[in-house]
């Protein structure tokens, strides 16, 4: 089974951030700039996000957090001090039910396969994806301003849709070209470069 190891992240600007540390203390550091931090890819079937780091400098992502379904009162991912992404380096938020526990580690670097890890509390994606429900995730910065949007089909979000679930082949959300592009529905490229093509992906 391929194994992800995983990290949360951050950058540089000039407000105050949203998120609080462990101990309840206020961050109180410049914004991160997030504007080179992709939503880049969606896993319906095994419940996770990639976010991807297309620019040319490293990105803080402290304060950085994910929303879904617009509900603001939780946020189901939170960037925390310390946590950085390399440019050209993806993050892979690994849903609850499929993290493993032994992949947990205290160190944060890079390793062979370019996936920066962490502990599980940095990285695990505290909500649910279905392969056949409409969904929003949205990603923003730590003053609160909407950084980037993923959504598959109509409101009110949970609808039932037809699942993209294929048992011969796992496909995901992405957006292709791999950073920029529109979202699209391809073989699964977690923590490498989105897919060369797709096709559209079942909105109803």
């Excluded at 000039?14 to 206020?26: L, T």
């Excluded at 990639?50 to 992502?61: A, P, Q, V, Y």
């Excluded at 109509?154 to 082949?169: E, N």
Aim: hydrophobic content about 35%; charged content about 30%; overall charge negative.
């Amino acid at each position: 089974m391929k194994k992800f190891y995983l990290i949360s992240l951050c950058a540089l600007t000039v407000f105050a951030v949203s998120c609080k540390k462990d101990n309840g203390e206020v961050i109180d550091d410049p914004i991160p700039d997030l504007t080179n931090l992709a939503l880049n890819e969606v896993d319906p079937t095994d419940k996770n996000i990639e976010l991807f780091n297309k620019g040319t400098e490293e990105i803080d992502l402290e304060g950085a957090y994910i929303i879904k379904n617009d509900d603001t009162t939780e946020k189901v991912w939170c960037g925390e001090a310390g946590h950085k992404l390399a440019a050209g380096a993806y993050l892979v938020l690994v849903g609850e039910d499929h993290w493993i526990a032994d992949e947990v580690t205290e160190e944060v670097d890079v390793n062979a396969e370019g996936y920066l890890k962490a502990k599980a509390d940095n990285v695990l994606l505290t909500c649910g994806v279905s392969p056949k429900k409409s969904v929003k995730f949205e990603l923003f910065d730590a003053e609160g301003k909407s950084v980037q949007v993923f959504s598959r089909g109509p409101q009110p979000w949970d609808t039932a849709l037809s699942t993209i679930k294929d048992k011969k082949v796992h496909k995901t959300c992405q957006r292709i070209p791999n950073g920029t592009g529109e979202w699209k529905l391809a073989e699964q490229t977690l923590g490498a470069a989105n897919a060369a093509s797709g096709e559209d992906i079942p909105q109803e």
